[in-house]
């Protein structure tokens, strides 16, 4: 671009606004080490895609089916528990179930009345 000055006709270059920028140039010196490093970049992105897939996933436990069983007088977790359990299940298992799902901390909670669900095969 160029201007005068007054009377004179003097010709000057003015620099340009834009700055020149330089791109570096990148170049693959090990193909060893290129390779590696995508299949490190494929394996992270395959870990992070299967943990974004799996939050939404309910486990197993959730689908079981459960019985409402109204506690009569003189049952204990243990007798309802071997009342609605299969023959090869641990009664010791049942027990726990029936108080996670039933939120019972202590086994005394348990009153004549009060309806609890049992797991279909406590």
Known sequence: MYYTTGLQTELQKVPSLKRETK??????????????????????????????????????????????????SGDTLWTIADRYASKDTDLRRSVDRIMHVNGIEQADDLRAGQEILVPAEA
């Open 23 to 72: 791109r570096k140039k990148y170049r693959i010196t090990s193909k060893f080490r290129f390779t590696l490093f995508l299949g490190i970049l494929a394996l992270a992105a395959l870990l992070l895609l299967n943990g974004l897939l799996s939050i939404g996933t309910v486990s197993a436990e959730s689908y079981d089916t459960y019985q409402v069983v109204k506690v009569e």
